[in-house]
């Protein structure tokens, strides 16, 4: 089973600052993705790094795949109270599985 | 275009006893995805079906646990006999990309379990 570490498990912030959430593994995958959850729905995706060294940026927020594919980064910039929520990074294997690392919870304050 | 539908939202049960989830998939997609997310942890993954063949149940607990996608469309997750354990959103998702590919997965809104 390949295994994907998050961290940190939990960030509590205030609004406007930066922060970073990172998305460990051993293993190599043909591509990693982000999504986001909020209380009692489903994980939403926000992107999909395929190449590795890709940065792909959304609005205040910045995603990097690691050269060897084995590891990502997702960067807030200026945090709002709108991105409250769980984070989830999930790596796709050659056989289209998809693994999803622990979550990182983050929370702004105003 | 209608997201993934699941019910029940919510189930409560004791211990021992046996419950059904269903989920209906956006239409077309052919991959089919049962995930079990326990309260503070990321979802894992239980069975995934391409069509209505298993793709990869390799966690699956077997001995309390079965799910089947007859038709290629709707799916249903059972569990007989359910433990304390069991308490968790069980997520359906479904995805439109064949083979290798970047596509995503669609979630539904969960049925969350109680077990009593």
């Given at each position: 089973t390949q295994l994907l570490e998050q961290s940190p498990q939990f960030l509590s912030i205030q609004e406007g600052e930066n922060l970073t959430v990172y998305c460990n593994s051993s293993s190599v995958f043909s591509s990693l993705q982000w999504y986001r959850q909020e209380p009692g729905e489903g994980p939403v995706l926000l992107v999909t790094v395929v190449t590795g060294g890709e940065v792909k940026k959304l609005k205040r927020l910045t995603f990097q795949f690691g050269d060897a594919r084995k590891d990502s980064s997702l960067h807030i910039t200026a945090a709002q109270p709108g991105d409250t929520g769980l984070y989830l990074c999930a790596g796709l294997n050659a056989g289209n599985m998809l693994t999803f690392g622990g979550g990182t919870r983050l929370m702004v304050k105003p | 275009e209608a997201g993934v539908a699941q019910s029940p939202r919510y189930k409560i049960i004791e211990k021992r006893q046996s419950v059904a989830f269903w989920c209906n998939p956006i239409s077309g997609h052919a991959t089919l995805y049962w995930y079990q997310q326990i309260l503070g942890q990321g979802p894992k993954l239980l069975i995934q079906f391409q069509n209505n063949g298993?793709?990869?149940?390799?966690?699956?607990?077997k001995d309390r646990f079965s799910a089947e996608r007859l038709k290629g469309v709707d799916s249903t997750l059972k569990i007989q006999p359910a433990k304390l354990e069991d308490s968790a959103v069980y997520l359906c998702a479904s995805r439109?990309?064949?083979?290798?590919g970047t596509g995503e997965l669609f979630f539904g809104e969960g049925s969350r379990l109680t077990v009593l």
């Open positions: - | 298993v793709v990869d149940d390799s966690q699956l607990p439109l990309t064949r083979g290798t």
